[in-house]
């Protein structure tokens, strides 16, 4: 009856529409999520992100759960999530890979999963890491910590969608260290972000990674650009 109330006077709109919501939907429409564009990665080991990272990142396993295009619904839900403070869309997101990461023996032995990190000035300034409740909903669904100490951005970063590579490469301007790597030496880490386009944020964040303990790496990503 409460919650009845409250959607009479503060109605509940869908994320990625905007249209309101009725009593069974959470967070986004009925149409919209049957128009998400999945990829079904992780049923492919052979994926496009792999093919992005190939002969840069040594990976046990990488996925990304959404199609992000210009103008669609991945990117109206990212910008939700991103710069509205709609946190629960990466809830929602997590909560369903993670059902689905936890079926296939290849992500049942992570040990710990690792955001990839904001710089702290942003992070003042947003208030939250936008991966941050994806990240925990995968970590809880693979049984797995979560962690967002280890791994810390010493350098802000310019936003690089739809760069391509050379110009991303050349304006890119980040840097990550690990800090107490025993934390994850000899462990499975998950690395989580919520978008790849080059691969330059996820190569620097397993150049440092790397550097500091020996470790199987894997990636999870709530989008990939097309």
């Known amino acids: 009856?409460?919650?009845?109330?409250?959607?009479?006077?503060?109605?509940?709109?869908?994320?990625?529409?905007?249209?309101?919501?009725?009593d069974n939907e959470q967070y986004i429409c009925t149409n919209c999520r049957h128009d998400l564009p999945l990829t079904n990665f992780h049923n492919d080991t052979e994926n496009a992100v792999h093919k992005i990272l190939y002969g840069r990142v040594k990976l046990e396993n990488a996925t990304a759960l959404l199609h992000f295009t210009k103008k669609g619904i991945v990117q109206q839900l990212m910008h939700n999530l991103k710069y509205r403070g709609h946190e629960r869309i990466g809830l929602f997101l997590g909560e369903w890979l993670g059902e689905q990461l936890s079926c296939l023996k290849a992500y049942q032995d992570i040990d710990i999963v690792v955001p990839v990190p904001l710089h702290k000035s942003k992070l003042r300034?947003?208030?939250?890491?936008?991966?941050?409740?994806?990240?925990?909903?995968?970590?809880?669904?693979?049984?797995?910590?979560?962690?967002?100490?280890?791994l810390i951005k010493t350098k802000?970063?310019?936003?690089?969608?739809?760069?391509?590579?050379?110009?991303?490469?050349?304006?890119?301007?980040?840097?990550?260290?690990?800090?107490?790597?025993?934390?994850?030496?000899?462990?499975?880490?998950?690395?989580?972000?919520?978008?790849?386009?080059?691969?330059?944020?996820?190569e620097a964040c397993s150049n440092a990674l790397n550097q500091s303990a020996e470790i199987k790496l894997s990636l999870v990503l709530i989008s990939m650009t097309d």
């Open 1 to 22: 009856m409460l919650k009845n109330l409250i959607n009479l006077f503060f109605p509940e709109a869908c994320y990625g529409c905007k249209a309101l919501l009725s």
């Open 125 to 150: 300034k947003r208030g939250y890491n936008q991966v941050d409740k994806f990240g925990k909903a995968i970590a809880s669904a693979l049984d797995a910590a979560y962690n967002t100490t280890v």
């Open 156 to 202: 802000k970063t310019k936003t690089q969608v739809f760069k391509d590579r050379l110009k991303r490469s050349s304006e890119i301007d980040s840097k990550f260290t690990v800090y107490d790597a025993e934390i994850i030496n000899g462990k499975h880490v998950l690395l989580v972000d919520d978008i790849i386009t080059t691969g330059a944020t996820v």
